[in-house]
């Protein structure tokens, strides 16, 4: 199976994703977003894969607050989250069962 994680390395759901992909066989292709930042158009095929942008949204982080980005239109959140990589919420995993954002991490084990 092709995986694909959006992976912080140091963030331990993240960690924890990376391991039970891991350990069901897969080796997925990681992409660390905060190294490598997706596009506005990456991130616009993701959401609509997720169902949303708010779905990409790190809604606890202080600078979406500072951003007012909580009642945002999907195209500020986009916007957003392409200028300030922090605001993407990890992890988020793709393969040909579909695409989530895998918190808890246990919610990867639908995309086996």
Do not use: W
Request: hydrophobic content about 45%; aromatic content about 2%; glycine content about 4%.
């Amino acid at each position: 199976m092709n995986a694909t994680i959006y992976h912080n390395p140091k963030c331990s759901t993240s960690r924890a994703v990376l391991q039970i992909l891991r350990e069901a066989g897969n080796e997925p292709r990681i992409v660390e977003y905060l190294k490598t930042p997706l596009s506005r158009k990456e991130l616009a095929s993701l959401a609509k894969r997720l169902g949303s942008a708010e779905a990409l949204l790190r809604a606890k982080e202080p600078l979406a607050a500072e951003l007012g980005l909580k009642q945002a239109s999907e195209d500020v959140v986009l916007d957003a989250i392409a200028e300030h990589p922090v605001l993407f919420n990890r992890p988020v995993v793709v393969t040909e069962k579909g695409a989530r954002a895998c918190r808890p991490a246990e919610t990867v084990l639908g995309l086996l």
